[in-house]
């Protein structure tokens, strides 16, 4: 699905965030990132999704380089994030309609099941939403795409509990599904106790792997993470 | 192509409000600059088309979201060509403004009068404006390490000054490079409207490569002596330095000057230059691509000792003679022009005495002459005309005399040599409205009303006192 080959990303004109990162995703895999303020989780993920280009090493993504996907190839892989601003005059059903022109796999049952399951109206303004409402209307946009990679940057610290909640209750079941890849990028460790198969830890540019129940053991800080 | 329909459906409901808000203003600003919509200020028409949207398609910078645009499955170069395109819909208010308005619009070689090629010359004009935003907002949210202030502002210039010195350098300077090769080559059969489209084509063209290339290598993003030191030395030496100091040939150069060498020796009041021109060889009467013949410009110049030696030489001046104003003039009042408007235009009352005495025009013409005065605020000439029998109170089909031209435009000097003159102040429009009631200037109702009282109608000058230019003699 994805393969990192000895990738290292510097600045420009600054210092190294990533060095020698090796990485495979598997299909049906579920992988937690976790790290530290400013150890490049972020980054990382751009770099996953072609935003930046490597300084060296390889990403491939189904056999391609991410900067250069071809369109069919392209909507395999749904990104969600905190940075991602929705247009503030659309209606969520605008938004949906705009985004499912984009995936031919998209989901339109599917669509109207999770919009009743998290409790929100199609025909709201997006600029009229709190900003947790318009990350679930973003994540409803991500889970009806059936791209085979999904990859989500700390978009969960802005939901409520009970929304947190619902949403990895659809991750855990995507995830026995086998059907979608996942990476989760989070400062919360607890949300990735118990749920996912492995951990890639940042941590000063080197990254390490970890079972996702030794998390709280990562940051040293005994049961609080 | 469907990706693209797509994606500007989208943008037009994201932003059809505010594109409707624009247009109404926009058509009630225009409409409020005078009575009818034939006589609204053509600059002032294009200026605001383009400030409107320019202004509405910064303020939607705020809400841009890069990543809301990349995380979707499209393909780069696509990709910049939809946001371009989503902030062209900003533009299309004004589009709409210059269609309403087409008949105000100068005629002239830059702005063509084909309403087609002014439509491709605008659209391609602010596509250039918004590749150049758009290259800003690709480098800005990549940037995450700056390493001194001073190099903090460099990546500013950069960001702004360089890009958008860069759109319009090269539109500038390429423009007038490639019309130099069409000068040398001899291909005067391209006009200029067309050099514009085609040279605006590849600046955008140019445009997008770059906003395509800074989106895969973010090294470009940040400051570098040695490129961006070097491009920033040479667009402000090369584009800062001729505009200043050639300001004028440079417009010149961009406006054909003419067929024959007539023209440059004119242009350069050279006496000696003009009497060597071989008649034989080169047709004294040949037209520029304005219309104007070489004695034409002479009398648009006010330039009575090159008129006289043309003359000499055997060009003719006919009443009939019509050439388009120069692009350069910022008023307008009619479509046409012939020899008297041009030496109106010059404000010299010598060269207009010198067309006068020609007797080319016959009684019942030019009745507007003293009209195309006052708006263009020639008051050196209004006694002149007065001298030479025009009428201050001779009214056109609107009821109004010349003083309501002078009025309009706020031109002192007009009013007040019209009115020294005989121009009643009183006199009244087909709207029942005087002068007065169509300026606003509190020093223009007191000029007016001043002349109202019987005492300073009774100080009028005769005709053969000019109070603008005392030492002019008659």
Redesign the interface.
Known sequence: MLEIRNMNYQ?????LILENLNLTVWPGEFLGLLGKNGAGKTTFLDLV?G???VTSGQIIFQGHDP?????SV??D?????Q????????SIQ?YLD??S???RNYDHDKEQELLDYFEMSPKSKIGSLSTGQQKKAQIVSGLCTNAKLMIIDEITAVLDPESRLKFFTILEKLHRKRTQSLILATNIAEDLVGRVDRVLFLDHGKASYHESSEVHNIFKLGDVA | MKLILHHLTSEYKIHAKVMWFTLVILLAICYALSIDASKVDSVQIIWYSLVAGMVTSSAYKKDFSLKYYTAMPIPRDQLILIIVLGRVLYFIPGAVTLTVYYSALPRDPLFNHSWPLLMITYFIGISIFNAIQVLGDIENPRIESVPGRFESFLMFFKKIGINYILGSSLLVGGFILIKSSVEVLGLHFINNQFLIILYGGAVLTFLMYRCHHIFLNEHLSYWSWKKDGALATLLIAASIFPAIAFKQKAANFAYNHGPTPYFQAVDEIDQLKLRRIDTKIHDINAKNELGYTPILVAVRNGDLDSFITLKSMGASLTGDEIASASPLDPKKFKEKYNSLKLAILSNNPKMLETILQQELYGQGHNLDALHFAAHNCKAAVIPTLIEFGFNPNQALENGQSSLFYATQTNCYSAVLELALHGADVKLKDKSGKEPKDYTKSFQMHHVLKRFESKKMQQNRLPASTNLANPHLKR
């Open positions: 600045i420009p004109k600054d210092r999704m935003l930046r280009p900067q250069f996907l071809p369109q392209a909507e892989l749904v990104f969600l994030s940075d991602i601003k929705l247009p503030r005059s659309m605008e705009y985004m022109f984009f995936y």
